[in-house]
């Protein structure tokens, strides 16, 4: 086009600048509650985040869901404030407050100006210590919450999900994913109440804060609310091993008139804690997490089969699983197990390039203060490095564990936790139009229709 | 209760190159991260009828290598510098953008200076990302229940083809375009006096600017595109519609209004009634709805903000035995609540706030910085507006509020669309907009389609994986 030669070569990196870490101040109240602050005065906010170290696994077996309607009710009323006050209190301080629950823990988050930091910090404790579950409450939800099931059900991935968690985990907590219509009609405001009591104790809860506010106000004010909050004794979360794969096989769930097919290869991997984890976090950057890895590569950008392929590291605390997704047209299905099998093939019998290592490194390395740059992005990090138990100084030595991988390393956790021969291959979509696609990728098919119950035959 | 509060000031700094390309600076060294966003004044408006959906394909087509970039390869420069990068198309606006660790400016300015400049389009190309975008409108609209409803909603909202079509639009017109319309769509809407390139983060201004022209000042400028007609005729009476969708597992219904555009002291106001009726769970509809009445399991509103007329937009899901009819009344009762007495004082406390904390939360992003100043460069020719917007909003009075509900929501003037659940495929209407795959307990797409929240066409799917989440 024309003699501008500078522009034929990638140009060279300007000077690095350093990446100064916010220092947190940790302690811990008499009663257990932990605590982590971190003065950040960017800009007049502030966040908290209160996590307690149980989630979904501890539900009782008779309720499933159980941690997840407890979340959603518990600012729907205390001994003070009704739902609705509740709701108004905080939205006209222009704050937020919201609950929620993983597998492993839950959150009661709230955020606002900094100028209001005292009276969202009540209204966190408020709901946190005191809440009383109204009947009338209980039973809306309970009536919500069946037709949220019956929403969740049009959804090809929560299909997927569901099919997916119940085969990998078996009778382990981590194989329920959503509560159940029996559940939810057993459910009652005793459940809530004592399954808050005794799983909502400061001995096995984190208060992060990140903003601009005086150290010493903020500890009173914590110990006001905090410091009269008693003991309780944590019970221990069953997990039951999973159960052994064999062979290969397909579930596919029938969803007739399906404009794609949802497709999951999922193996056992990784607990969070495991020391294969950074191995793998680079081995599945290199095959699927973003869209310069392989799968993206190859499904979509040769093959035009799909508008994402990724691979996803699911690494929890008591177990985890690596999977293999994309959402493709019904008449590719097969040819894209195809591409998947030669991708989780490649990945296992060829050490990967030191091109693709250093990049993958250097991708990570990267993207790591992008994450942090967010008060929300920072209390993510804090919560899960105290919640999954990871070491104290492990923002500081992330990218240090990151560039210690080797090729070696990760063909050896790719042999051990990509089996292709064993893998589950879950796929939601029309089974008129797969069934005869997959047929060669495996002899074992079982059929389910959208409830969840096993089909014999399609049709 | 309501403090005094002072948002701290976003200093920028604008200036124009010699062939156009209009250059917006915000300098911020908190984090050592540069974001880059490049906006072209093109989006769904501009396309012709038989080619919609042309906007946003073009849109990947950016991704698919220039003179000095191989294809796909722009993926990989971003990924292996350690940055994340993406692209959007709205009925407004194209937007292209990455965050970099700061030292990786140059790679970004390299990198967009070079697909502005000297896009490669190839048909092997072309024929692959159209079979990734109609797999994106699979993902997204067609296997989805309920979302391909809401774009029939735009169809009857909108007489005017520009306004009324999805920014996906449909396989068929996919299907017809050809190397030759991408070269000329190129050639007309993706020169430098028709984009701004907005820079938010850590870096020297110095020496930005002097990347900046080594990069971007040799880019020939074109002629300006055709002016776009987004005029709307005035509704005049209610319109009803049914859609029937095969995937809906129960009925809903959608509501949608004929508004002013953006930055016109109605469309201030509209928001912020908006918000009094449907944002959060204080929000007058929810309290009345989702509470008091229960006669409904969800409801989501929201504002289509346009440079031309804008829409806004209520989709509702009633419980089993509810009709829609004694839904939509209290619906209308509650707006003509507000036409007439106004929003309370509280209610104004809450906007008040609400504006302030979203105003200073967003602030933190640097990315979301180099996006907003860049909108209002692009379409006002104001980056300052990113501070001074603010001011606007809070100077809107209660009596403003109450006024513009009842010109233009207390009125006949909107359009009702029943959706079905039928065994049957969808009638005529054709297919679109935008849905969040990945929560599996939200029955409703994210509506409305707000390009700045739920992109019509990313080339990627939105969230990308945390680097070190747990799942």
Do not use: C
């Not at chain 1, 960017?42 to 159980?66: K, M, Q, T, V």
């Not at chain 2, 501070?387 to 606007?392: A, E, F, P, S």
């Amino acid at each position: 086009m024309q003699a501008e030669t500078f522009r034929r070569e990638m140009p060279s990196p300007l000077a690095a600048h350093p990446l100064n870490l916010p220092v947190a101040f940790g302690t811990t109240l008499s009663n257990g509650l932990g605590l982590v602050l971190v003065e950040d005065r960017r800009l007049p906010l502030i966040s908290f985040r209160l996590a307690f170290r149980s989630g979904d696994a501890n539900d009782p077996e008779n309720l499933p869901g159980l941690s997840d309607m407890m979340s959603h009710l518990l600012s729907e009323g205390t001994e003070t404030r009704t739902s609705r006050k509740i709701a108004e209190e905080i939205e006209r301080l222009g704050a937020t407050l919201s609950v929620g629950s993983t597998s492993d823990f839950s959150t009661v988050a709230a955020s606002s100006l900094s100028i209001y930091a005292a009276e969202v910090l009540e209204l966190l404790a408020d709901v946190t210590l005191r809440s009383t579950f109204p009947q009338n409450e209980v039973d809306l939800a309970r009536e919500n919450t069946k037709q949220l099931l019956i929403q969740q059900r049009a959804q090809p991935n929560f299909l997927a999900s569901e099919r997916m968690a119940g085969v990998i985990f078996g009778t382990h907590p981590y194989s329920s994913i959503s509560p159940t219509e029996e559940m939810l009609d057993a459910l009652t405001r005793d459940d809530l109440l004592s399954f808050r009591v005794s799983t909502f104790i400061p001995n096995s809860a984190e208060l992060v804060v990140i903003g601009d506010f005086q150290h010493d106000d903020l500890m009173g004010r914590i110990d006001e609310l905090f410091a009269g909050w008693d003991r309780g004794d944590a019970s221990p979360v069953p997990s039951p091993a999973l159960p052994k794969r064999t062979e290969r096989t397909i579930y596919l769930v029938d969803r007739p008139g399906s404009a794609q097919s949802n497709i999951v290869i999922a193996n056992e991997a990784i607990t969070r804690t495991s020391p294969d984890y950074f191995p793998m976090l680079l081995m599945h950057t290199i095959l699927g997490s973003n869209a310069s890895s392989r799968l993206f590569m190859n499904l979509r950008e040769h093959k035009g089969y799909t508008y994402g392929a990724y691979s996803n590291l699911d690494a929890r605390r008591l177990a985890g699983t690596f999977r293999a997704t994309a959402e493709v047209r019904t008449a590719v299905t097969g040819a894209s197990l195809q591409e998947f099998f030669y991708e989780l093939d490649r990945i296992r019998n060829d050490a990967v390039s030191n091109e693709e290592i250093t990049n993958a490194q250097s991708y990570l390395s990267g993207v790591f203060p992008i994450r942090i740059e967010t008060q929300d992005g920072l209390i993510d990090q804090i919560v899960n490095i105290k919640m999954l138990d990871l070491p104290d100084d492990y923002l500081r030595t992330y990218r240090d564990q990151v560039n210690a991988v080797t090729t070696a390393d990760i063909q050896a956790v790719a042999q051990k936790y990509v089996t292709p021969d064993k893998a589950a291959i879950v796929i939601v979509g029309d089974a008129a139009e797969v069934t005869d696609q997959v047929k060669p990728y495996s002899d074992n098919i079982e059929i389910y229709d959208t409830e969840g119950n096993p089909k014999d035959s399609v049709g | 209760m309501q403090k005094t509060f002072h948002v701290p000031h976003t200093p920028i700094e604008q200036f124009t190159l010699e062939n156009g390309l209009r250059v917006i600076l915000n300098e911020d060294h908190s984090v050592p991260v540069v974001s880059v966003a490049v906006y072209y004044d093109v989006g769904s408006r501009n396309e012709r009828e038989g080619r919609t959906g042309f906007a946003h394909l073009f849109e990947h087509m950016m991704f698919q290598g220039s003179e000095n970039v191989p294809k796909a390869a722009h993926f990989q420069y971003i990924s292996n510098a350690g940055g994340t990068m993406n692209g959007t198309t709205s009925s407004e606006r194209t937007n292209y953008f990455e965050t970099l660790p700061s030292s990786q400016l140059p790679l970004a300015l390299w990198l967009e200076s070079d697909r502005m400049r000297s896009l490669a389009v190839t048909q092997e190309n072309l024929d692959n990302q159209r079979e990734a975008v109609k797999e994106e409108k699979r993902l997204r609209y067609d296997n989805q229940p309920y979302v391909n409803g809401f774009l029939r909603l735009f169809e009857m909202s909108f007489q005017n083809p520009a306004n009324a079509h999805s920014t996906i639009g449909s396989m068929e017109d996919l299907d017809a375009a050809t190397v030759e319309d991408i070269r000329e769509f190129f050639r007309v809407y993706y020169a430098p006096n028709n984009a701004v390139l907005s820079i938010a983060g850590d870096f020297d201004p110095p020496e930005t600017r002097s990347l900046i022209d080594k990069y971007f000042a040799t880019i020939p400028s074109q002629q300006p595109p055709p002016p776009v007609d987004v005029s709307e005729p005035v509704a005049v009476a209610e319109q009803t519609d049914v859609f029937l969708d095969r995937l809906a597992p129960v009925p809903a219904f959608a509501l949608g209004w004929k508004i002013p555009a953006r930055r016109t002291p109605e469309f201030y106001a509209l928001s912020l009634a908006s918000h009094l009726l449907f944002e959060g769970e204080s929000a007058r509809l929810y309290q009345k709805l989702v509470k008091g009445e229960e006669s409904i399991v969800q409801i989501q509103g929201g504002i289509d903000e346009r440079r031309g007329p804008s829409g806004l937009f209520i989709v509702v899901i009633p419980k089993p035995d509810h009709e829609g009819t004694h839904i939509r009344e209290i619906i209308f009762d509650e707006i003509r609540q507000l036409a007439t007495a106004g929003p309370s004082a509280e209610e104004m406390e809450k906007l008040r706030n609400n504006l302030f904390n979203a105003a200073v939360r967003s602030r933190q992003s640097s990315l979301f910085r180099a996006q907003q100043i860049a909108e209002s460069a692009l379409y006002d020719d104001e980056p300052e507006l990113f501070n001074t917007d603010l001011q606007t909003y809070l100077d809107v009075t209660a009596d403003q509020i109450r006024d513009v509900v009842a010109q233009h929501l207390d009125t006949d003037n909107r359009v009702l669309l029943n959706i079905e659940p039928s065994a049957e495929e969808a009638a005529p209407a054709a297919p679109h907009e935008p849905g969040e795959p990945d929560q599996p307990t939200a029955p409703l797409p994210q509506v409305p389609p707000s390009p700045d929240d739920a992109p019509a066409g990313a080339p990627l799917p939105v969230a990308q994986p945390q680097p070190i989440e747990s799942n």
